[in-house]
């Protein structure tokens, strides 16, 4: 009961269909407060699927999710936006942060807007335009985004996709202060195992359906990974390609 | 200069450019930001049907009167919904579903109104004429602008949203399919309205230049609305009056005053490194 009552987010028997698939079958798993869980699987396994239907994007077939936290920020996966697009950094933490209706540029928001991007260190980005910030920049934006109504729980969609080397360390880092620093509870699909390894509590390896759960050094195990992929898959660098690296060096 | 001005025609087609032309500027933002500007042009020229329609049907028989207004507004919005369905509904393109609604709409109309005997204009139609504009044509774009403004004020955190992300959109409550419908009933609305005064062929470039212009200088979103709607403004009055001063058509001078201000914009982006067509390394070719 007590590790109930810590439960943020309780997901029973998850079916998600689209179209005529079953993308994710008899999906179940726990994400306790303050825990740092990473979604690991093949492409097309149903990993950004299962976000999706966390947050109401998709509709379940059947299942059951029960969610304890008060507040859910999603951080969706995305590289870059149109050049066409002028909005700055702050106009568009506005779109959020204001609460009028009629909306006209920023104004009294960029106050708690700089906060927001002082607290993950992208309070120089305040006045650039989305469309020209590096895939770095902008994931930490759209977690800004997502943090601005103080969720206590934090779905990430594959945020390291696309960044290079030095863009995915100042991440990681990002990562690793708000799970640590100020106690956030992330759920985190990636593809990046070595990052998995770091900074997870739990893995959750899925393809379709759950292969594996448990701590980083029971599930990135190279029989677990070589059954849920059909293959052992190698590493993942920063600019998003197998680095060839078998997972059982790193144990 | 403004004692030409000074006839009753030419003080209604300078009211309708000071009302329309910062409300077309307005709604070109969020036009070219969504990457509608051939769905606006589709419509124009989607509108021949509805003029050969509207004869053909004896619901109007004047291409610049009131009833042919009233089927051109419902025509446009007809082709606007069509289109939205079939991008909803296909697997096509949007600029296939454009391609073949054009030229099947440009094909039928221009078939109709060769079978009109007796009826030749289709250079009023396709070039519209605001020098005719009514007492009347004046109060109903006024009421039009009013309603544009309110549109895109209400909704314009939900329009840049879905601009930036459309699951972001979702999750903030936004009815995505809602708002496309009501966007693309808009700009039919728009061009309805507005296509006796600007032409088929030229309505599309007066919504488009002004914030492909803006685009090229602005480092904001607010400041592009804004330059947006200052230049369909002074696009508009600068083609009137020259279009008066030097004896020349004038909607293609309105359009050629936007493109004046569309060429100075893409100088002075260069000159202060803004508005760059190419950000990342790859031309807007590579996307084709």
Redesign the interface.
Known sequence: MEADRKSYLNVENLNVSYKQNHVLEDISFRVERGQFVCVIGPNGGGKSTLLKALVGLLPIRSGIIRKEARNIGYVPQQLRIDAAVPLRVDEFLSLKLSKRRIWFGPGQTRTTAKKKLEEIGAAHLMNRQLSELSGGEFQRILIAYALLDNPDLLLLDEPMTGLDARGGMSFDGLLHHLNDHIGMTILMVSHDLHLVEHVSDQVLCINRSVHCHGPPDQVLQPENLSKAYGHLPGLVSGDGTEAFIPIGKLK | MWDILQTPELERALLVAIIAGPIMGLLGTFI??R?MAFFSDAISHAALTGVGLGIALHLANDVYGPGMQLVLIVFCCLVGLMMAWLFERTSLRADTVIAFSYSGAVALGVILISQLKGYQSLEGVLFGEILFASSRDVWMILGLSVLVLAFL??N??AL??C???Q??A???GIDIRKLNYLFVLLIALVIGFLLQQLGALLISGLIVIPAAAS?MV???????LLLSAAFGLLAGVLGIAASAQLNLPTGPTIVLANVAFLIVAMALGAILGRG?????GTSQLDRV
């Open positions: 070219t930001l990457g004020l209400l314009m955190k840049l949203l601009v930036v992300h699951d972001l979702r999750i903030a685009r602005a480092t904001s979103f607010r400041q592009m760059k067509l190419v950000r990342s």
